[in-house]
C-alpha cells in the first residue's frame, strides 16, 4: 500500500510539473480585425440591402392588409353577417401570410449571413492559425470576452491585422 501511495505521489508530480509548462497566450480583439477587413464592410453593406428589400416587401403587404382592415370596418355596419364573416377570414389570412413572410424573412436572413460570412470567418481563422504558429502561441482568446479576468498577455491583434493586409 505505501509503494502505491509514493508511486501515485510520484506520478502526481510528473503530471503537474508537464501542466506547469509556460503556456503562451495571446489575445485577440476579434471586433476589430473583422470591421477592419473590406469584405466585411461589403458584406453588411450587401446584408443590409437584402434585410431592406425583405422588410420592404412585408411592410408593402402590412400596408394593404391595413387598408383593407379600414375599408372593411367602415363598410361593416352596411354588409351581412355572413359578408363580414367572410372579411374576417380574409383578414385572418392576410395576417398569417404576413407571419409567414416575416417567418421566411428570417430564415432567408439567417441563411444569406451563412454565406456571406462563411469565407470571411475562415479567412481570419485562417490567419489566425498562422500567426498562432509562427509566434508560438498554445490559445489566441478573444480579448472582448466576458470570460476574462485579467488580459496581461502578448495582443495578437496587430499580427492578425498585418497578416490580413488590413489596418
Not at 98 to 104: A, F, N, R, T
Amino acid at each position: 500500500m505505501k509503494k502505491l501511495s509514493v508511486l501515485f505521489a510520484a506520478v502526481m508530480m510528473v503530471v503537474s510539473v508537464g501542466m506547469a509548462k509556460a503556456q503562451k497566450i495571446a489575445t485577440l480583439d476579434v471586433s476589430a480585425v473583422l470591421n477592419a477587413m473590406p469584405e466585411k464592410k461589403k458584406a453588411d453593406a450587401e446584408l443590409k440591402t437584402f434585410l431592406d428589400t425583405k422588410q420592404a416587401e412585408i411592410k408593402k403587404r402590412v400596408d394593404a392588409g391595413e387598408a383593407k382592415l379600414k375599408q372593411y370596418t367602415e363598410e361593416a355596419p352596411k354588409k351581412t353577417a355572413d359578408e363580414n364573416k367572410a372579411r374576417e377570414a380574409e383578414l385572418t389570412k392576410i395576417r398569417e401570410e404576413i407571419g409567414q413572410m416575416q417567418e421566411k424573412a428570417q430564415k432567408d436572413l439567417g441563411a444569406k449571413q451563412d454565406a456571406i460570412f462563411g469565407p470571411i470567418e475562415k479567412k481570419l481563422n485562417d490567419a489566425v492559425e498562422k500567426v498562432a504558429k509562427a509566434n508560438g502561441y498554445d490559445y489566441v482568446m478573444d480579448s472582448n470576452s466576458q470570460a476574462f479576468i485579467y488580459k496581461g498577455g502578448i495582443d495578437a491583434t496587430a499580427a492578425v491585422k498585418k497578416e490580413l493586409g488590413v489596418n
